[in-house]
């Protein structure tokens, strides 16, 4: 499971533990059947839903960036509960947004894309209003629309674009570039196309008015654009573009046709729509079919003429609609059976296999898709493999183990996501003759081969993740005995396409997604939520659901199932001796065990262990906990 998923899995995990996934589902279907929606602020400022936005940022490494106001999620998480609903509720009785900082970041071509960092108030405002819109929006946007979307990503995207390179002998390609999107979005068609969707809160459309209008801190008030770094500005974008979907979808799928035709499912739940297309062929329409990965899209079609008459339309189409230009030197028509044509990192065209063996084009010559890692990606990753084995050379307080990590971790995270080039093997391959070089260059003597550290008889550290995707490798290489990933070693796999069936915001979606909360009493989870430790901070009570789901429901010590009134939420390191309300500090511990913990009476310790009965391994962990509380007493 890669990161980017589990990061999905807990986000759907967090709505269930404060029992606001059954509000966000009545949303979709809501939305789904076109109905309007005049009271949105009410349930945006909900306690659940602020408590349930303060979970969702708190992980998010960004809540460490502070915005103008110098302030972070280390500030936030000192209140109590009751003080942190009531501060965003105030705040959206009169929403005045705080200005926002600007940041630039450095893009590959050299120049800069600017970032706007609102204050952590104004996050944890824009997460509220995101976990209300995002149900109703997902049941308007359009199937072929991939990024920023809950249970979608890039991969879904890719493969999507192999079909209709491959399946569907779709060989030209309009490639469309969006000059300066996010800088140039219209406010007044933006909230238009909000009212258009069914959301109809004037209270709420004026608030998000006021977020898209919020001074710049040093620059000004901007009069368009949505600001990049926001957390409901993807959200925004994608209502933006959702409009140029349903319009590329008019001219070909969605065009009704007097000729029958039966739907069958495909392997993942989506609709096959080949029997509609063959039907819309006999027509005679020109044929086309689209990918969009939030502002960066591909239209598909057969011919070169279709594919020039494509450009010019959508072309026209965002400047008259939307008041985008596009960007000539980024835009053209391709086709993909002489060039590459880029997309997310990668650079694909079709090439000759042998010939179809079956259907209206047997006989005829076979096109395969072949795709490469684009030359921009691989020297980005180059120039950050320079940097992390400078790092190995030279590592930061002598932690050569944390440097060594960081390249794994790299190394691991490229091929996870480029593995899905058909040619990846090939390009890594270059990659690992000047990483290779470089590694014995600067590391000299502290690398050794498999054959070098087992004559040596050197000591082995391989996490079970090295070993398991690297193990049969030759290419393996070890500092101090410690494993290098191979940056050469990688096995294709064929991108997979999105499950129709998945979705956040119906039963049989989520059941699809996870598994673990069937373990956990849903009941208890709620019941600690609605009824948090009076006087303790947001960061404690959070913390002891989180606890509550890990530990499914049991006691650390006895391993036993916890009822209400038998919760204790204990601190390992104590508060008087520096110990904080993170999570890492605390666990839940049952009554007695919690009693038997703080003892320090002989007879109540003896009548304490008598009851519980632990085990030698039980005592092990009970006096790791009682080791914590020695010096309490000169505190």
Known sequence: MTTEQTKKKSKLRYAEYYDFQCIQDRLYADSGRGKKFNKLIELIVMPENICLAYRNIK?????????????????????????????????????????????????????????????????????????????????????????????????HAIACVHKNMQLSHLHYAVDIDIKGFFDNVSHGKLLKQLWTMGIRDKKLISIISAMLRAEVAGIGFPEKGTPQGGIISPLLSNIVLNELDWWLASQWEEIPTKYRF???????????????????????????????????????????????????????????????????????????????????????????????????????????????????SIKKIKTKLDKLIYAIEYPKGNNEYKAISNYNSFVIGVHEYYCMATKASLDFRKLAFSSHKSLKTRLRKRIKSAKEVKKNKIQL????????????????????????????????KYPMAKKRVINSYTKSGRAEIHKNLEKVDMKILHYLMRNPIAHKTIEYNDNRLSLYSAQMGKC??????????????????????????????????????????????????????????????????LEKFKKNLVLVESC
């Open 556 to 621: 650390a010590i006895t391993g036993k199932v916890m009822e209400i009134g038998d919760i204790h939420c204990h601190h390992k390191v104590p508060k008087c001796r520096g110990g904080t309300d993170k999570y890492q500090n605390l666990v839940l511990v049952c009554e007695k065990v919690h009693r038997l913990i703080h003892a320090t009476n002989s007879e109540t310790i003896n009548k304490l262990l008598a009851e519980l009965n632990l085990n030698p391994k039980q005592l092990k962990t």
């Open 59 to 155: 992980k998010n490494k960004g809540s460490l960036t502070a915005g103008t106001d110098g302030k972070t999620i280390n500030d936030l998480e000192k209140l109590s509960e009751e003080q942190l609903i009531t501060l965003i509720q105030r705040k959206f009785e009169w929403y005045i947004p705080q200005s926002v900082r600007r940041v630039e970041i450095l893009k590959d071509n050299g120049k800069t894309r600017p970032l706007g960092i609102p204050t952590i108030v104004d996050r944890l405002i824009q997460q509220c209003i995101l976990q209300v819109l995002e149900p109703i929006c997902e049941a308007k946007f359009h199937e072929h629309s991939y990024g920023f979307r809950p249970n979608r990503s890039q991969q």
């Open 461 to 492: 550290h391989i996490t079970n993740v090295i070993k398991e995707r690297y193990g049969k490798s030759k290419q393996l290489k070890y500092v101090r005995g410690i494993a290098l990933a191979p940056i050469g070693y990688i096995k294709h």
């Open 262 to 376: 039966n739907i069958n499912l495909n392997s993942n739940g989506s609709p096959n729509r080949g029997n509609k297309y063959a039907a819309l062929r006999r027509s005679n329409l020109k044929e086309i079919a689209f990918v969009r990965y939030a502002d960066d899209f591909k239209i598909f079609t057969t011919s070169y003429q279709n594919a020039v008459k494509l450009f010019h339309a959508t072309k026209n189409w965002l400047k008259e609609r939307l008041g985008l230009d596009i960007s000539p030197e980024k835009s053209k028509v391709i086709n993909l059976k002489e060039k590459y044509s880029e997309f997310l990192g990668f650079k694909l065209k079709v090439v000759k296999r042998g010939k179809c063996s079956a259907g209206k084009n047997k006989g005829k010559p076979k096109y395969v898709v072949e795709s490469h890692i684009r030359e921009k």
